[in-house]
């Protein structure tokens, strides 16, 4: 979906911008957003993934793309990894297959004629990292959240180091 690599967070929030999405209060509600403009399904799913290991899964099947996040993350930090998770969807990042995974993420039949392929936080390179962590930050910066203290404020930039 992204034609550019997004390699600051000025490039990442101008990226979000182009997206044009509706306000969203949760991660979820911009899982739901960006499968409408991707007409590919993004769901969702907790699991009690193994510690230590990876705190969110993206498994990218024929038909659609499932989010696995570490059940016992709560919170914001749940928040977060579904937004990093979705940022390496969107940034069409390439990941390793790990079957070994798979007895540990229930409800993830396999569908008819093609597998599963997962793709772990781990698998990929620092940039992709960084990307997916600008990108997460620059959708988090968005979140309508109510609940969020109006006195806290953090500068992405500074704290990610970017341009």
């Known amino acids: 979906m992204t034609a550019i690599r997004l390699r600051n967070i000025h490039s990442c ?34 699991s009690r993934l193994p510690i230590p290991g990876p705190m969110g899964v993206w498994v990218c099947r024929d038909h659609d793309d499932v989010v696995v996040v ?26 390793e297959t790990f079957p070994e995974y798979e007895p540990v993420l229930p409800g993830l039949d396999r569908a ?18 960084r990307e997916a962590e600008l990108l997460a930050a620059a959708f988090a910066e968005q979140l309508t959240d109510d609940r969020a203290e109006p006195d806290v404020e953090w500068d992405v930039h500074r704290y990610f180091a970017g341009d």
Do not use: M, N, W
Not at 70 to 95: F, S
Not at 113 to 128: E, I, K, T
């Open 112 to 129: 008819p004629g093609g597998g599963a392929v997962l793709r772990l936080r781990s698998a990929y390179d620092s940039q992709a990292e």
């Open 13 to 46: 929030r101008k990226f979000v911008r182009s997206l044009r999405l509706d306000p969203y209060a949760t991660a979820y509600e911009l899982c739901d957003q960006i499968s409408s403009l991707r007409d590919r399904p993004i769901r969702v799913v907790e």
């Open 70 to 95: 570490q059940e016992l993350a709560t919170g914001a930090h749940r928040d977060h990894i579904v937004l990093h998770e979705l940022a390496h969807i969107l940034c069409e990042h390439e990941g």
